[in-house]
């Protein structure tokens, strides 16, 4: 089995940036489309990025365009969200997923089959 581990979250004041990392450990996959979700109390669920595997294309949430990029390593079998101008209204706990296969709707969460724990980003103001 997959295990998916985020890392790169902490407090910082808005117009700042943080890049996340997402990899996998434990077990070999074939990545086809990994997606970056966030989750603030209280609120649901939240598609904001994927990026298809094997061309590097990229898909974002309306809210983050023009601020977050999505990137992967092949070799590292990682994925990174590089994100700038945060804002405090992006405060919430960043989790990747990936779908063992290519989606017609990227920003389904239910299409991924495999998740991290998350990592907490918070923005002050």
């Known amino acids: 089995q997959v295990h998916l581990v985020e890392s790169g979250g902490g407090l910082v004041q808005a117009g700042g940036s943080l890049s996340l990392s997402c990899a996998a450990s434990?077990?070999?996959?074939?990545?086809?489309?990994v997606g970056w979700f966030r989750q603030a109390p209280g609120k649901e669920r939240e598609f904001v990025a994927a990026i298809r595997w094997s061309s590097g294309s990229a898909y974002y949430a309306d809210f983050v365009k023009g601020r977050f990029t999505i990137s992967r390593d092949n070799a590292k079998n990682t994925v990174y969200l590089q994100m700038n101008d945060l804002k405090p209204e992006d405060t919430a706990v960043y989790l990747c997923a990936v779908a063992p296969r290519y989606l017609v709707d990227n920003s389904v969460s239910s299409s991924y089959h495999f998740w991290g724990q998350g990592t907490q980003v918070t923005v002050s103001s």
């Open positions: 434990g077990g070999t996959f074939t990545w086809y489309t």
